[in-house]
């Protein structure tokens, strides 16, 4: 038995052949990057209707390429709650304006190629708890609504490691700088 242990222990982790995935193990991984996926959607939509005006919310003349603010008509018309005043008071402010939208370009650009998800994930879940405190409280709960969700959504995408399944994680991870700073991953 002695020897047997000792075999045991010596013999390299790498030597052995990892467990093989089940469907229901693949199917989860294939949800969570859907789900990354459409959230990334989201954030980039957001950006490209603000950016151009492309008439969905946002029509043409109020377009960020066309002088409009991307924050100005929310932050400035239809926030409420005990954050109101912060939130006119930075309501079209152009720190305001290119925060806002290099978060939602980066966010959505990482969410869709599947690199830095840790890092969408905590700076969408902080543009998404602000939005959140800027509607106090929801309209159709006491306190919960979308934002939180998709807020709980990407930390869900984070832990998982949803950008290694539909998109470039595993290839980013191994990047020197991101080995060096794991955060990026």
Known sequence: ?????????????????????????????????????????????????????????TPAKNAWINGGSPTKGFLGNAVAGPFADIYHDIAGAAWADWLFMLGLLGIGVALLL???????????????????????????????????????????????????TLGLGRAWAKLPLVQRLPWLK
């Open 114 to 164: 599947g690199i830095g998800t840790r890092v969408a994930a905590v700076t969408g879940g902080l543009l998404l708890v602000l939005m959140w405190t800027a509607v106090l409280p929801p309209e159709n709960n006491p306190f919960m609504d979308d934002h939180l969700i998709y807020a709980g959504l990407l930390a869900g995408l984070a832990l998982v490691g949803a950008g290694n």
């Open 1 to 57: 038995m002695e020897t047997m242990t000792a075999t045991i222990e010596r013999t390299p982790a790498a030597t052995i052949a990892p467990a093989a995935e089940t469907p229901r193990q693949k199917a989860t991984r294939y949800v969570w990057a859907g789900l990354r996926l459409a959230l990334g959607w989201t954030f980039l939509w957001a950006f490209l209707d603000k950016m151009f005006g492309l008439g969905h919310e």
